[in-house]
Nanobody, 125 residues
Framework: QVQLVESGGGLVQAGDSLRLSCAAS????????MGWFRQAPGKEREFVAA????????GYADSVKGRFTISRDNAKNTVLLQMNSLKPEDTAVYYC??????????????????WGQGTQVTVSS
């Protein structure tokens, strides 16, 4: 069992940066690959980025590649999502997720074993 708590969301302007954080508690953090999903109003939740258990490999959705960076600190039980050059279409609730399989690309909604409660990111034009 692992508990995930996101923070760092907020209201920013297009072109700004924002960093999301996800704090994990419970079982050994390095037992999980970590990822981020997002859900915009009226849309399905979609994969954003993921990172392998020890941080050696990362994967991104095409829509955020080159603008977002996922990282993790296993000593602090934390995964970060640095979001640069934000666009209005990045507006969504962002969810942290954990899975036991060491996969870091193209997560599906059914892949995570655990979810956080989400944090709102709003990008104004």
């Amino acid at each position: 069992q692992v508990q995930l708590v996101e923070s760092g969301g907020g209201l920013v302007q297009a072109g700004d940066s924002l960093r999301l954080s996800c704090a994990a508690s419970g079982r050994t953090f390095s037992s999980y690959a970590m990822g981020w999903f997002r859900q915009a109003p009226g849309k399905e939740r979609e994969f954003v980025a993921a990172i392998s258990k020890f941080g050696a490999s990362t994967g991104y959705a095409d829509s955020v590649k080159g603008r977002f960076t996922i990282s993790r600190d296993n000593a602090k039980n934390t995964v970060l999502l640095q979001m640069n050059s934000l666009k209005p279409e990045d507006t969504a609730v962002y969810y942290c997720a954990a899975r036991t399989s060491n996969i870091w690309i193209n997560w599906s909604l059914g892949d995570p074993n655990y979810w956080g409660q989400g944090t709102q990111v709003t990008v104004s034009s």
